[in-house]
C-alpha cells in the first residue's frame, strides 16, 4: 500500500485532533489546521517545499491569531464573571436600602447582604447582580 502525500497529512491532522480532544488545547487545534491545509496543497499537485509553506503559514498564523485574541481578551475578576458564577447577571427585588446603601435580599431561598454598586442612588426595586463579593451580593441596574 503506498500512501500519498496527502494521506500522510491528513493522519497527521487526525492525530493533532485527537491529542487536542485529550488534553483540551486549541493550540493543537490550530496546528491540525495547518496540516490540512498542507494536505489540500499536495490534493492541489504542489511540491513538497509548498506544502510545507502552507502548513507553516496556515498553522503558525492561526496560533499567533489565537493568541492574539486571548491576549486581547482580559480576563474578568471571578467575583463578576459569569463564566464563573453563574449568580451574575440574575435579579433580585429589593423593597428598602438603608442609608449607606445596603440592604437585605431573598435570593435562592436565603437572606443575603446587598450592597449598591453604582452611582448613582439606590431605589427599591429589581437590581441586577453585578458581581459577588463573599457573601454579599453587589446591585445595579
Same mark, same amino acid.
Given at each position: 500500500?503506498?500512501?500519498?502525500?496527502?494521506?500522510?497529512?491528513?493522519?497527521?491532522?487526525? &492525530?493533532?485532533? !485527537? @491529542?487536542?480532544?485529550?488534553? *483540551?488545547?486549541?493550540?493543537? $487545534?490550530?496546528?491540525?489546521?495547518?496540516?490540512? +491545509? =498542507?494536505?489540500?496543497?499536495?490534493?492541489?499537485?504542489?511540491?513538497?517545499?509548498?506544502? &510545507?509553506?502552507? !502548513? @507553516?503559514?496556515?498553522?503558525? *498564523?492561526?496560533?499567533?491569531? $489565537?493568541?492574539?485574541?486571548?491576549?486581547?481578551? +482580559? =480576563?474578568?475578576?471571578?467575583?463578576?464573571?459569569?463564566?464563573?458564577?453563574?449568580?451574575?447577571?440574575?435579579?433580585?427585588?429589593?423593597?428598602?436600602?438603608?442609608?449607606?446603601?445596603?440592604?437585605?435580599?431573598?435570593?435562592?431561598?436565603?437572606?443575603?447582604?446587598?450592597?449598591?454598586?453604582?452611582?448613582?442612588?439606590?431605589?427599591?426595586?429589581?437590581?441586577?447582580?453585578?458581581?459577588?463579593?463573599?457573601?454579599?451580593?453587589?446591585?445595579?441596574?
Amino acid at each position: 500500500m503506498d500512501w500519498s502525500a496527502s494521506t500522510w497529512w491528513w493522519v497527521g491532522c487526525g &492525530l493533532l485532533v !485527537a @491529542a487536542e480532544l485529550s488534553t *483540551g488545547t486549541f493550540y493543537l $487545534l490550530m496546528l491540525a489546521l495547518g496540516l490540512a +491545509a =498542507a494536505a489540500l496543497s499536495a490534493h492541489a499537485g504542489l511540491g513538497l517545499a509548498a506544502q &510545507l509553506v502552507a !502548513a @507553516a503559514v496556515v498553522g503558525g *498564523g492561526a496560533v499567533v491569531a $489565537l493568541r492574539r485574541q486571548r491576549r486581547k481578551r +482580559a =480576563a474578568e475578576p471571578a467575583r463578576s464573571n459569569r463564566d464563573v458564577n453563574l449568580d451574575i447577571g440574575e435579579q433580585v427585588r429589593v423593597d428598602s436600602w438603608n442609608s449607606d446603601g445596603s440592604a437585605q435580599v431573598s435570593y435562592r431561598g436565603a437572606q443575603w447582604s446587598a450592597r449598591w454598586s453604582e452611582d448613582t442612588p439606590p431605589t427599591p426595586g429589581l437590581c441586577t447582580i453585578r458581581a459577588i463579593e463573599g457573601s454579599r451580593l453587589l446591585l445595579g441596574r
